[in-house]
């Protein structure tokens, strides 16, 4: 196979509203994997020039299946989280910064100003 697992279509949305196919795995050493271009979460527009559009899964399915050896995809990459199961991250990244990169530096500066008003008042 091409190496990557879809969802969706006419027949079972996997967004509201939305009967596109995504992709939601991608499997290790698979040529997807090996290629590094398709992301889960990516919405899948045609294949080898063949729109998705308004097709059930099943058919989308054995596109795929029949594709070749040389497969061109046209995707549409997630800009933003949308309604929906996708747009999680498998490896355990959320995306934008570390709660501690913003607490750590706030505290300190907190303990700062705190310890430089005991001084001070230790002064008067």
Same mark, same amino acid.
């Given at each position: 196979?091409?190496?990557?697992? %879809? =969802?969706?279509?006419?027949? !079972?949305? +996997? =967004?509201?509203?939305d #009967?596109?196919?995504?992709v939601?795995? %991608? /499997? /290790?050493?698979g040529?997807? +994997?090996?290629?590094? *271009?398709?992301?889960e979460?990516?919405? %899948? $527009? @045609?294949?080898?020039?063949?729109?998705? /559009?308004?097709?059930?899964?099943?058919?989308? =399915?054995?596109?795929?299946?029949?594709?070749?050896c040389?497969? #061109?995809? /046209? %995707? !549409? *990459?997630?800009?933003?989280?949308?309604?929906?199961?996708v747009?999680?991250?498998?490896?355990?990244? #959320?995306?934008?910064?570390?709660?501690?990169?913003?607490? =750590?530096?706030? $505290?300190?500066? @907190?303990?700062? @100003?705190?310890?430089?008003?005991? *001084? +001070? &008042? !230790? &002064?008067?």
């Amino acid at each position: 196979g091409l190496g990557f697992n %879809i =969802v969706g279509g006419t027949d !079972q949305q +996997y =967004v509201s509203n939305d #009967s596109s196919i995504y992709v939601t795995r %991608i /499997k /290790k050493d698979g040529a997807a +994997y090996l290629d590094g *271009r398709l992301q889960e979460g990516d919405k %899948i $527009l @045609a294949v080898n020039g063949r729109d998705l /559009k308004d097709l059930q899964h099943k058919d989308a =399915v054995e596109l795929f299946r029949n594709a070749g050896c040389d497969v #061109s995809l /046209k %995707i !549409q *990459r997630r800009l933003q989280p949308q309604n929906g199961p996708v747009g999680h991250r498998s490896d355990g990244e #959320s995306g934008g910064l570390p709660l501690a990169a913003i607490l =750590v530096p706030g $505290l300190a500066l @907190a303990a700062a @100003a705190v310890w430089i008003l005991l *001084r +001070y &008042r !230790q &002064r008067m």
